[in-house]
T-cell receptor
Framework: QQQVKQSPQSLIVQKGGISIINCAYE??????FPWYQQFPGKGPALLIA?????SEKKEGRFTISFNKSAKQFSLHIMDSQPGDSATYFCAASMDTGRRALTFGSGTRLQVQP | DTGVSQDPRHKITKRGQNVTFRCDPI?????LYWYRQTLGQGPEFLTYFQNEAQLEKSRLLSDRFSAERPKGSFSTLEIQRTEQGDSAMYLC????????????FGQGTRLTVV
């Protein structure tokens, strides 16, 4: 199975709040889990990524939490800002073979001032 | 080198016409990927190249689609006899050698088939 399921589809958060986006995967061969941010009319850009040998990774206001046994991972955006308003995609890939990314369906985040 | 560039940014074509898109990856990147993104969905893998060799094609890539990467540099994606269902954003990405390296995406080509 190659599917990556993402929720919620959309999210509205007040400025300064915490945004949480969740993803679940099925293929246990996945070993790289990035999050991409996409603004309208632009291509996706890497935000932060994690490998399954760690349970959490933090970069600035962005944190990935990873639960290998549950096959789930999530993105937390602390102190959300209006500039964070964008669509966020989780993804997964394998170290072997084509290494292409399998994306979730995306979460449209709106941070209200 | 400022990143992955794609041309054109937008293309409107009539059903049945052929279209060709170009992608220029980051110069030192040996892997190049094509993805398709429809409205409200995440990008879906179409095909990829390692240097000039096309190593895999998705089942999404019908016989009307062909991709090339001559000399392992830029790549082209051609769609023959376009259909309305081909309307989408076509994204190109490139990665360098090594494991789990970041995929850099271009801004995409938005295709509209009327």
């Amino acid at each position: 199975q190659q599917q990556v399921k993402q929720s919620p589809q959309s999210l509205i958060v007040q400025k300064g709040g915490i945004s949480i986006i969740n993803c679940a995967y099925e293929n246990t061969a996945f070993d790289y889990f990035p999050w991409y941010q996409q603004f309208p009319g632009k291509g996706p850009a890497l935000l932060i990524a994690i490998r399954p040998d760690v349970s959490e990774k933090k970069e600035g206001r962005f944190t990935i939490s990873f639960n290998k046994s549950a096959k789930q991972f999530s993105l937390h955006i602390m102190d959300s800002q209006p500039g964070d308003s964008a669509t966020y995609f989780c993804a997964a890939s394998m170290d072997t073979g084509r290494r292409a990314l399998t994306f979730g369906s995306g979460t449209r985040l709106q941070v209200q001032p | 080198d400022t990143g992955v560039s794609q041309d054109p940014r937008h293309k409107i074509t009539k059903r049945g016409q052929n279209v060709t898109f170009r992608c220029d990856p980051i110069s030192e990147h040996n892997r190049l990927y094509w993805y398709r993104q429809t409205l409200g969905q995440g990008p879906e893998f179409l095909t990829y190249f390692q240097n000039e060799a096309q190593l895999e094609k998705s089942r999404l890539l019908s016989d009307r689609f062909s991709a090339e990467r001559p000399k392992g540099s830029f790549s082209t994606l051609e769609i023959q006899r376009t259909e309305q269902g081909d309307s989408a954003m076509y994204l190109c990405a490139s990665t360098s050698r090594g494991l789990n390296t970041e995929a850099f995406f271009g801004q995409g080509t938005r295709l509209t088939v009327v």
